[in-house]
C-alpha cells in the first residue's frame, strides 16, 4: 500500500510557476506510475501528466501545452510537477494517484492524496 501526500499548491497570479510535489510513503514506491490530475468546481477530474516506474513521462498536451514537467526522484519517493506560465483555467485541486498500470485513466489509479489547491488569479 502506498500513502500520497501533495504539497506546493498556492494563489498565483497569470504568468508564474509553481512546484506541487507528491510523496509517497510506504512498500515500493518505484513500482508504482504516478499520475497527476485535477478537479476545477463543477468538473470531472482530469488527467494533467503521469510517469512511469522508468521514469517516462506522458502528458495530457491538449492541456499542459508543454508548460508543465513532471519528474521522479525514486530516492526520495516524490513526484514533483513543474508548472509554468499558470493561466486562470489552471485553477483546479491537484491530486496525485499511484498505479500499477499508469496511463490518463483516473480509474485505474488504486491510491490518492488528498489534493492541493492550484489558484491562480490577478
Known amino acids: 500500500q502506498v500513502q500520497l501526500v501533495e504539497s506546493g499548491g498556492g494563489l498565483v497570479q497569470p504568468g508564474a510557476s509553481l512546484r506541487l510535489s507528491c510523496t509517497a510513503t510506504g512498500r515500493a514506491f518505484s513500482s508504482y506510475a504516478i499520475g497527476w490530475f485535477r478537479q476545477a468546481p463543477g468538473k470531472e477530474r482530469e488527467f494533467v501528466a503521469t510517469?512511469?516506474?522508468?521514469?517516462?513521462?506522458?502528458y495530457n498536451l491538449g492541456l499542459v501545452k508543454y508548460r508543465f514537467t513532471i519528474s521522479r526522484d525514486n530516492a526520495d519517493n516524490t513526484v514533483s510537477l513543474q508548472m509554468n506560465n499558470l493561466q486562470p483555467d489552471d485553477t483546479a485541486i491537484y491530486y496525485c494517484?499511484?498505479?500499477?498500470?499508469?496511463?490518463?485513466?483516473?480509474?485505474?489509479?488504486?491510491?490518492w492524496g488528498q489534493g492541493t489547491q492550484v489558484t491562480v488569479s490577478s
Open positions: 494517484g499511484a498505479s500499477l498500470r499508469g496511463g490518463g485513466n483516473h480509474a485505474s489509479y488504486a491510491y
Open positions: 510517469i512511469t516506474t522508468a521514469s517516462t513521462p506522458s
